[in-house]
C-alpha cells in the first residue's frame, strides 16, 4: 500500500487497516480479500467525508480471485484497475507507466516499469523523490525488492538489478552522442 | 466531463453512461460502469460528487433488493423513483447530503410501458420521455427536441443515441472516451456495445 | 448599514525556540534552549522543552508551548499508568507509537507542537524518533524543528549525513558519530542559532541518554557542568548538560 498527501492520516489509517486485517484473519481463519480490506478503508474515510482527511491509496494483493489492485482516496472513491498511481507525481509517473504497460509484463520488467516510472516522478515533481521502495505482490505474498536512491538511478542507474538496462536513467546519459542538426551535404571538393 | 442519457422508445428504454473516472485532471479508470442494474426491469445511472455517487447508489441498491425480498415481487418503476427521490430529499436536509443526479429507466411489465425519470441531488424529478445529465445535456437535449420519436424501433432509438455521443464528441471541449449503454424493456436488461 | 463583521478566536500560538536530537551507537543526545518568547518578548529565560520521561527516553517538546507542557503531562501519565500495570517502563518504540496516537486522536483540533523523543532501543542502540502535530513520525539519526529548523537541519545533514562531501578516496563515512563529536555539533548548532535567530538563546539544555555499560562516558568527562539525573548506574543512564547562550 503507498500513501500521499497527508503523511499522518495515511499512516494511522493504514496502521489501523493493517491490524484490522489481522483482526480479520484471527476471527475467520481466512485472510481479507483486497477488494474486502480495500472497502473497509473506503467506507472510514467515507465517514470522515468533508473533515478535511487527505488521502490517495492503492491496496494491492492476492486472493481466492487471483491479483487485485484498489484505488482508494478520502472523498470515499474506491475503483478496481491493474493500473494506477497516486500523488502528487503521478502525473509522470502515468507518462512512462502507461507507454510501458502491457498485460504480459515479466516479472522483471513489471519490476524495472515501476522502479522508472517512480524515478520519472522523482525526477520531475519537487514533492517527490529521494528514495523509491519496491515491492513485489505474488500468489504466495508480497516480497520487498529494494530501496533505490533517485540521484542514484539517474547517473549510475538502480545498479545490477535484474530488468534495468545498464547505466543512468537520466536524459542527458540516453541521448549522449545523439544530434538533431542536419547540416546540407557538403559539396564534394576537388 | 460526466455525462449520461436516456430515451424511451416504443416498449423499451435505452441508457447511456460515460465510463471515466477522474481525479482532478487524470483520468483513473477508463471502464467504470455508472449505471445500476436495481431490478430485472430497473436502471439507474449515476453521477455527482466522488464517494457519496457509489455509496448512494449501493444504498438504493441493497434496499430495492430488500423490497423483492420481502414482498416477492419488486417495485414498479413509478414506485421505486418516489422512494429514491424521497431518499435524496431527506437526505438534503441533513447534515451531509449526497451530491448525486440520477436517471432512473424502467419497464413496468404490468402496463408494458416504459418510463423515465429525471433527478437531481435537490430532491427534483420530473418524468421525461428523454433525459441527461452534465455537459453533454447541453447538446443533446436539443437534439432530442428535433429527432426523438416515441415510437421509434429499437435500431431508430440506437441510431438517436449515435447522434447524441456523435455531437457531443464534435462540440464538447471535454468529451467522455467511451459509453456504456444498456437496454431495458420486457425481457429485462441487457448491455449493448454501440 | 453596517457590513457584517466575521469574529474569530484563535487558540493558538508560537512561542519559538528550537529542539533537536541525535541518535548515536549506543547512546542519544536531545537537546533545546530554554528561551520562550512570543512575537518580540520574550516570556521567561528558562523555560525547559526537554523533558526526562523514562531511564532510557527523553522528550523535547517545542511550538505552542502550552500545548506541549500539556502534552508531555499526559504522556508522563500514560506511561506511569503503563508502570502501574507492567511494573517495567515502556520501550521507546512502544512510546513512539503512543505518541502517534495520542497526537492523532486530536486530529481535528491538534496539540500544536513538534515533538523529537529520544533515547535507547530495547536492543541497546542509540535511537531518535521525530513527530509532526497529528502524529506522523519516523525514526531517524538526527533531527532539528522548530524556529531556527531551517538554520540547523542543513548543519546536521553535512555534519551527521556527511550530505554534499565526498569521502577521500578509498576510505567512507561512518554511519554513526561516536559522543564526543556529537556534543560540540549540537553545541555550535545552538551557538550559532542563536546568533541569527532572535528567538533562540538564553540557556541551552543537553540531555544525554547512555546505554547499559555504554563507553561513551569517557566522551563526557571534557564537558564542564554536567550532572547525572539517573540514581543508579547499572542501567541506562542519562545525564544533563546546562549552558548559558546569548541573552540579547
Given at each position: 500500500?503507498a ?14 487497516l493493517?491490524m ?6 484471527l ?7 483486497v ?8 467506507n472510514?474515510?467515507?465517514s470522515?467525508?468533508g ?23 478520502s472523498?470515499?472513491?474506491?475503483l ?6 497516486v ?10 507507466l502507461d ?10 520488467e513489471?519490476q524495472?516499469?515501476?522502479?522508472r516510472?517512480?524515478?520519472a ?9 529521494n528514495?523509491?521502495n ?8 508480497w516480497?520487498?525488492?529494494?530501496n ?13 538489478v535484474p530488468?534495468?538496462p ?8 540516453r ?5 538533431s542538426?542536419?547540416p ?5 571538393t576537388? | 466531463m ?9 416498449g423499451y428504454?435505452i441508457?447511456?453512461?460515460?465510463t471515466?473516472?477522474?481525479r482532478?485532471?487524470?483520468?483513473m ?8 442494474t436495481?431490478s ?28 423483492q ?10 414506485a ?14 441533513s ?13 413496468d411489465?404490468a ?8 433527478v437531481d441531488y ?14 453533454g ?7 432530442l ?8 424501433t ?6 438517436t ?5 456523435d ?28 | ?5 466575521q469574529?474569530?478566536?484563535n487558540?493558538?500560538t ?5 529542539i ?22 520574550i ?22 508551548a ?5 502534552f ?23 512510546i ?8 492523532y ?8 507542537v ?22 506522523s ?19 546536521l545533514?553535512?555534519?551527521?549525513y556527511?550530505?554534499?562531501?565526498t ?9 554513526h558519530?561516536?559522543?564526543f ?6 553545541i555550535?548548532s545552538?551557538?550559532s542559532?542563536?546568533?541569527r535567530?532572535i528567538?533562540?538563546g ?14 561513551s ?7 564542564g ?6 540514581a543508579n548506574t547499572?542501567?541506562e543512564?542519562t ?5 548559558d547562550?546569548?541573552?540579547?
Amino acid at each position: 500500500m503507498a500513501g500521499g498527501v497527508c503523511i499522518a492520516d495515511c499512516q494511522y489509517w493504514e496502521t489501523y487497516l493493517g491490524m484490522h486485517c489481522r483482526l480479520h484473519e484471527l476471527r475467520n481463519r481466512e485472510r481479507i480479500s483486497v477488494s474486502a480490506a480495500s472497502k473497509y478503508l473506503s467506507n472510514l474515510v467515507y465517514s470522515y467525508k468533508g473533515m478535511g482527511l487527505s488521502m490517495g491509496t492503492m491496496i494491492c494483493g492476492w486472493d481466492k480471485t487471483g491479483p487485485a489492485v484498489f484505488y482508494v482516496d478520502s472523498d470515499g472513491t474506491r475503483l478496481k484497475g491493474d493500473l494506477f498511481s497516486v500523488g502528487s507525481g503521478s502525473t509522470f509517473a502515468y507518462g512512462v507507466l502507461d507507454q510501458g504497460y502491457h498485460w504480459d509484463l515479466s516479472d522483471e520488467e513489471a519490476q524495472e516499469l515501476g522502479r522508472r516510472s517512480i524515478y520519472a516522478a522523482g525526477h520531475r515533481d519537487a514533492f517527490s523523490g529521494n528514495t523509491c521502495n519496491l515491492y513485489h505482490v505474488k500468489e504466495d505474498g508480497w516480497k520487498f525488492i529494494g530501496n533505490y536512491d533517485i540521484s542514484k538511478m539517474h547517473y549510475e542507474g538502480p545498479g545490477n538489478v535484474p530488468g534495468a538496462p545498464g547505466g543512468g536513467y537520466g536524459y542527458d546519459l540516453r541521448v549522449e552522442g545523439r544530434s538533431s542538426a542536419n547540416p546540407p551535404p557538403v559539396a564534394a571538393t576537388a | 466531463m460526466e455525462t449520461s442519457f436516456a430515451i424511451t422508445g416504443k416498449g423499451y428504454l435505452i441508457m447511456a453512461a460515460d465510463t471515466t473516472a477522474a481525479r482532478s485532471i487524470v483520468k483513473m479508470k477508463i471502464d467504470e460502469d455508472k449505471i445500476k442494474t436495481l431490478s430485472p426491469h430497473l436502471l439507474m445511472a449515476y453521477s455527482g460528487e466522488p464517494g457519496d455517487t457509489v455509496q448512494f447508489a449501493e444504498y438504493v441498491e441493497r434496499n430495492i433488493r430488500l423490497y423483492q425480498i420481502r414482498n416477492l415481487y419488486p417495485l414498479r418503476p413509478a414506485a421505486a423513483a418516489s422512494w429514491i427521490r424521497r431518499a435524496l430529499a431527506e437526505s438534503l436536509r441533513s447534515r451531509k447530503p449526497y451530491s448525486v443526479n440520477l436517471l432512473l429507466g424502467g419497464y413496468d411489465t404490468a402496463t408494458h410501458d416504459p418510463h423515465l425519470y429525471w433527478v437531481d441531488y435537490l430532491g427534483t424529478m420530473a418524468e421525461v420521455p428523454f433525459a441527461a445529465h452534465g455537459y453533454g445535456s447541453y447538446f443533446a437535449l436539443s437534439l432530442l427536441d428535433r429527432y426523438h420519436n416515441p415510437e421509434a424501433t429499437l435500431e431508430e432509438g440506437l441510431d438517436t443515441l449515435r447522434r447524441c455521443l456523435d455531437e457531443v464528441a464534435k462540440r464538447l471541449v471535454v468529451s467522455p472516451g467511451k459509453y456504456k449503454v444498456k437496454i431495458v424493456d420486457k425481457d429485462g436488461v441487457r448491455e449493448i456495445e454501440l | 448599514m453596517t457590513q457584517p463583521v466575521q469574529q474569530a478566536f484563535n487558540p493558538y500560538t508560537e512561542n519559538g525556540g528550537t529542539i533537536l536530537a541525535i541518535a548515536g551507537a549506543d547512546f542519544s543526545v536531545i537537546a533545546g534552549d530554554t528561551r520562550q518568547s512570543e512575537g518580540y518578548s520574550i516570556q521567561t529565560r528558562y523555560a525547559p522543552k526537554v523533558f526526562r520521561l523514562t531511564d532510557k527516553a527523553t522528550l523535547a517538546v517545542n511550538g505552542f508551548a502550552a500545548d506541549g507542557n500539556m502534552f508531555v503531562k499526559k504522556v508522563r501519565q500514560r506511561l506511569e499508568w503503563y508502570r502501574h500495570a507492567h511494573a517495567k517502563d515502556m520501550p521507546i518504540r512502544a512510546i513512539a507509537r503512543l505518541i502517534q496516537t495520542m497526537l492523532y486522536a486530536r486530529r481535528f483540533f491538534p496539540y500544536y507542537v513538534y515533538n523529537i523523543l529520544g533515547g535507547i532501543e530495547e536492543d541497546g542502540t542509540g535511537a531518535v524518533y521525530s513527530f509532526d502535530p497529528v502524529g506522523s513520525y519516523e525514526r531517524e539519526a538526527c533531527r532539528a524543528a522548530g524556529a531556527a529548523q531551517s538554520l540547523v537541519q542543513p548543519f546536521l545533514d553535512n555534519q551527521i549525513y556527511f550530505k554534499n562531501q565526498t569521502p577521500a578516496p578509498g576510505t567512507s563515512f561512518p554511519k554513526h558519530l561516536p559522543l564526543f563529536t556529537v556534543l560540540p555539533l549540537v553545541i555550535d548548532s545552538f551557538t550559532s542559532a542563536t546568533e541569527r535567530h532572535i528567538e533562540v538563546g538564553d540557556g541551552l539544555e543537553i540531555y544525554v541518554v547512555l546505554a547499559k555499560n555504554s563507553d561513551s562516558l569517557q566522551g563526557l568527562q571534557a564537558i564542564g557542568g554536567i550532572q547525572e539525573v539517573t540514581a543508579n548506574t547499572d542501567g541506562e543512564r542519562t545525564f544533563v548538560i546546562r549552558r548559558d547562550l546569548k541573552k540579547d
